[in-house]
Structures are given as structure tokens and as C-alpha cells.
């Protein structure tokens, strides 16, 4: 399995309040995305990255931010977090290149109350 | 925009019965297809990928799905299916045919529950 990990796996916030998410992988990929699970919509992404500093902004990207300061570690915040933001998580990585494959993480439960 | 169809929702099947989950993307032009597959509480793992040359792809444990460019189609199939088989599977189109970013578009999912 890809060395993946997030951090929480479990989260419990009332609106408002910051939230940050952590994504950290021990494969050295140039590439790490993050995406919201929710039913109905499949996964959607939020943001991704293609290297340390360099980020770019997916379909649903309103309402949270990205950094990425280490190869190895992919922060999403939210900056002040509302119900809507209630969410499954996911991190993903890949080495690059539209034919390859990317490897998920395990994901976070968010609940926004 | 790429966009991906997946119509059914959730398809229950018999076990040792086959299974067709069916995927529409709206582009024409080259394409990446893949399907993913969400057991319980996991993460989204690859099952199988098509990207050029033959048309049928396989996986390691069973299932198959046909690349069919004029009905713009990548439809996942196993002539049998296990108890082990109960999963979300979703199909995705890669949004960057030849170029260095992996954005991959997915559909909504289909949860493919097995019956003994």
C-alpha cells in the first residue's frame, strides 16, 4: 500500500471555527490532490498541488485553502467552517501525468455542527 | 468539461450471478478511463485503467470493462460475482489526455451489493 496517512481520521467542529486537515505520504510523489466525498456527488476536488509551494484550485474549492510547504505534507484548511462542509476527506497522490494512477488515503470525517 | 455518468445508483446481484456497472463520460476526443473501487470505510483503491491499445482491459480479480469510443462507454463487467465483490466502484476520466496533471473527473458511484 501507498504510505499515505491523514490526520484526523475523526473530527467534531461547530461552525465557525477554523478547521485544519493533514495529508502526509512517505512516496516522495510530485503530486497531491484533496477531494470531498458526499452522496450523490461522487468525489469532487477541492485543490492539488504539483510541488512544494505550487498549488491550483479544483471544482469546489470555495471555502478552503491549501499548503504545501514539504514534498511530504498537504495541509486543507478551513478558514471558518460551515454545515455544508460536513465531509468525507480524502488525500490522494500521484507521481504525475494524466495516465497515472492515484493512490487515496484513508480518509477524514468531518462533521460541522 | 469532461463529465462522467454513472446511471445506476446501486445494482443488487445474486452471488455467482454476472454484473454490468455501466459509465458514459461526455467527451469525444482521447481520453483516460479508470474504475475505482470504496470497500467499507476504506479509501477509493485502482481496479483497472484504460489509456490506449486494446479495448478490454482486465484486473487481477476478475473484472473487466470495454473502452468503446463511439458510444463514449467504459462499462465495468464480471461474469460472476463473490460476497467480496460489495463495494462502491466509481468510474473517472482523466482531465488531462497528454498532458503532466492527473485531474481526474469521477462519477457519482455505483454500490454494487451481493446477495448469497
Known amino acids: 500500500d501507498a504510505g499515505i496517512t491523514q490526520s484526523p481520521r475523526h473530527k467534531v467542529t461547530e461552525t465557525g471555527t477554523p478547521v485544519t486537515l493533514r495529508c502526509h505520504q512517505t512516496e516522495n510523489h510530485r503530486y497531491m490532490y484533496w477531494y470531498r466525498q458526499d452522496p450523490g456527488h461522487g468525489l469532487r476536488l477541492i485543490h492539488y498541488s504539483y510541488g512544494v509551494k505550487d498549488t491550483d484550485k479544483g471544482e469546489v474549492s470555495d471555502g478552503y485553502s491549501v499548503s504545501r510547504s514539504k514534498t511530504e505534507d498537504f495541509l486543507l484548511t478551513l478558514e471558518s467552517a460551515t454545515s455544508s462542509q460536513t465531509s468525507v476527506y480524502f488525500c490522494a497522490i500521484s507521481e504525475g501525468g494524466a495516465s497515472d494512477e492515484q493512490f487515496f488515503g484513508p480518509g477524514t470525517r468531518l462533521t460541522v455542527l | 468539461a469532461q463529465s462522467v455518468t454513472q446511471l445506476d445508483s446501486q445494482v443488487p446481484v445474486f452471488e455467482e450471478a454476472p454484473v454490468e456497472l455501466r459509465c458514459n463520460y461526455s467527451s469525444s476526443v482521447s481520453v483516460y478511463l479508470f474504475w475505482y473501487v470504496q470497500y467499507p470505510n476504506q479509501g477509493l483503491q485502482l481496479l483497472l485503467k484504460?489509456?490506449?491499445?486494446?479495448?478490454l482491459v482486465e484486473s487481477i480479480n476478475g473484472f473487466e470493462a470495454e473502452f468503446n469510443k463511439s458510444q463514449t462507454s467504459f462499462h465495468l463487467r464480471k461474469p460472476s460475482v463473490h460476497i467480496s465483490d460489495t463495494a462502491e466502484y466509481f468510474c473517472a476520466v482523466s482531465d488531462g489526455y497528454g498532458g503532466a496533471t492527473n485531474k481526474l473527473i469521477f462519477g457519482t458511484g455505483t454500490l454494487l451489493a451481493v446477495q448469497p
Open positions: 484504460y489509456l490506449s491499445g486494446s479495448t
